[in-house]
């Protein structure tokens, strides 16, 4: 029952290529213009030319270090800011605000602030990371309340302490939803990575190739970054829930 | 264990209304009454959870056995047991209170790997291990099948014959209550309508009604 489940879950999220595909074939002979929209099998002959350049896996790599690190900075920090919450009276109402300034900052506006601050390799990292914090601390803070109305008379009856607390109950106990969040939350964060990395014309990066594309008209190579940076995305989701398969053992 | 002048009020109702309430030590009381009668608000208010006007003395440090097992997915039988108990306690000692419960060889087993009633064992294992001088049951055989409910009722009367502990014991179940206590307090509406002493000794057979539970049902009624 299982098998066919996934099995019929396949065939829609193939049919849903199938669509897109066809979607851009449709466009592609409507506009009928190779510098205003390349063909799908254009774009797909750029992507494996620039997967056979050196460049490409430099900038390939430059832009999936900054958005690891935006993103391990973000899960560390949302996470623990979170527990902080979710502990002690009053810090929620106190990080409220803040949260919510964060997650309506105007990111491009951001991104132009901190470029001048920092540099164009560091600005989309904390871009992103300032993208990400808000959607990681909401994730685990929801985690911990469903955690917590679950289980929270145990913790009280029993009088455990909050480090004991925090360490082998709400960071574990929490993990699963968090973690099955974070492929989501990687991907979007890969994003704004790479539309920082655009605005910044960073060096050795995804964006900047864009950039670069993108100032001599060069539309499949434009394109086929974009699709690499789709499929990245995908792929960062798949390892998030591959990650949270082999790490939670348990269930409840 | 006394309770004095306790009084429980949410808005305008009054949930618990009890002028006083002694309850000896070394003793198991049971506390009947239905749906909203106050039990389960009691417990809270000894244990501390609840805040309420009067007082309570000679509670001392409290354990608790809930009605669902209440053990934590994510830990083994044995960390299930450890978790609870303050830093540096011995670990053997965790281990024959599983052996105690007949869950021996079962100590690194998650719940999801133990049975319903091993589940519930692990957790009387808890609350009789946890340093305590008073234990608080609440209902803890109620949502079990009737056979489960003889061997867990029979392994709550032996370890409390090695403890000989306080244990007050919320429950709806009079044949429960006559089974397990020497005492039985009925709640009616936040007050106090019947406080008798159930006679004979524990254990008690499971099988045959005892002469308490007309009385008990009476007096819910």
Redesign the interface.
Known sequence: MKRFKIQKNFIFSLFSVVFLWLFWLIAYFIVRNDYLLPSVWDTLRETGRLMGTGEFWRAFGGTLLRTLVAFVLSLVSGTGLAVTARLFTGVRAFFAPIVSVLRSLPTVAVILVILLWTSPAVAPVIVSMLVLLPAVYSAALSAFDEVQEEYGELIRAFRVGKARSAVKFYLPLAAPPVLGQAGGIFSLGLKITVSGEVLASTYRSLGGMMQEAKMYVQMPALLALTLVTVLTGFLLEGLCRLACRLLVRWRR | MKLTSIQKRYGDAVALEIPELELKTGEITAVLGESGAGKSTLLGII?G?IPAEGSTEGVGK???L?QSA?L????NALQNLL??LPKGSDEEKAREMLARVGLQGKEGR???ELSGGEKQRVAVARAFL?PHDTLLMDEPFSAIDLSLKKSLVELVVSLWQETHDTVVFVTHDVHEAALLSHRAVVLKGGRVVADFPVAGELPRDFFNRHSAESELVRALV
């Open positions: 244990s959870m409290v354990s608790y809930f209440k934590l997915p994510n830990l978790f609870v998650y719940p999801h946890f």
